[in-house]
């Protein structure tokens, strides 16, 4: 039975690509390139440095570390200031009334995210509560496709990895899951989750019954 899910942020809970987007290309019109929304899919799931080298590709630009630094550093503060403003609103359809219906069955309650600014996103959602461990890019060294995020938030919870289901949006993560011998559920596009065990659209009219059918 499955006793734990764990939820991925960006794409799965909140629609944050489109801050990190407009951050990014902040960046690279001041660095003098055109930065695209489909260049932007490439960063999906992926860690802020190595989505900055992502964007320096794109824009042929070659820095040093300490500006890579200073780059990503700016691109954070851009981000903040979006995402501070945000608020529940901003929650995926679905996701509020699921992550509702888990707490009310005993289910446990993960984030498993890559990003440093988690804490704030589900503050500002209002949806802290709801979780009973948050594992993201402040508690991990290794990147998804590594299975550290989910496997450090199974352990936080206390539920055999075999008894956790995975929500992620990114090819990554669900790669991640499958290296913690997770059940993972992708949330999106068929065609492109293939390797998820099941994919759904997204949260809209999903209940525990998901939870049986990968049991
Ligand atoms: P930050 P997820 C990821 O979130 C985003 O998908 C990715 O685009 C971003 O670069 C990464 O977080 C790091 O975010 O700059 O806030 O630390 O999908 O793993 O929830
Ligand atoms: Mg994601």
């Known amino acids: 039975n499955i006793q734990a899910c764990l939820f991925d942020l960006d794409g799965v ?11 990014w290309k902040r960046l ?5 390139f055109v930065f695209t929304l489909e260049d932007n899919e490439r960063l999906k799931g992926v860690s802020r440095r190595e989505s900055l080298d992502i964007v320096l590709e794109v824009g042929c630009v070659v820095a040093d570390e300490k500006a890579k630094g200073r780059m990503a550093e700016r691109k954070n503060e851009w981000y903040v200031e979006s995402i501070s403003r945000i608020g529940e609103e901003e929650l995926l359809e679905g ?3 699921f992550l509702e219906s888990l707490r009310k069955a005993g289910i446990r309650v993960a984030l498993g995210s890559a990003s440093k600014n988690a804490d704030l996103i589900l503050d500002r959602l209002r949806i802290k509560g709801y979780f009973d461990a948050i594992i993201d890019g402040t508690k991990i060294a290794k990147a ?3 299975p550290e995020v989910f496997l450090e938030g199974a352990k936080a919870v206390g539920v055999e990895p075999s008894r956790c289901i995975v929500f992620e949006d990114a090819v990554a993560g669900i790669e991640a899951a499958k290296n913690a011998r997770m059940k993972c559920v992708g949330v999106g596009r ?5 390797a ?9 009219g999903v209940d525990l019954s998901l939870l049986d059918k990968l049991a």
């Open 13 to 23: 809970i909140c629609d944050t690509a489109k801050y990190h987007f407009q951050a």
């Open 28 to 32: 690279a019109d001041e660095l003098g």
């Open 95 to 97: 996701v509020k009334p």
């Open 144 to 146: 998804k496709p590594d």
């Open 190 to 194: 068929a065609d492109l989750l293939r």
């Open 196 to 204: 998820a065990d099941l994919v759904i659209p997204s949260f809209v």
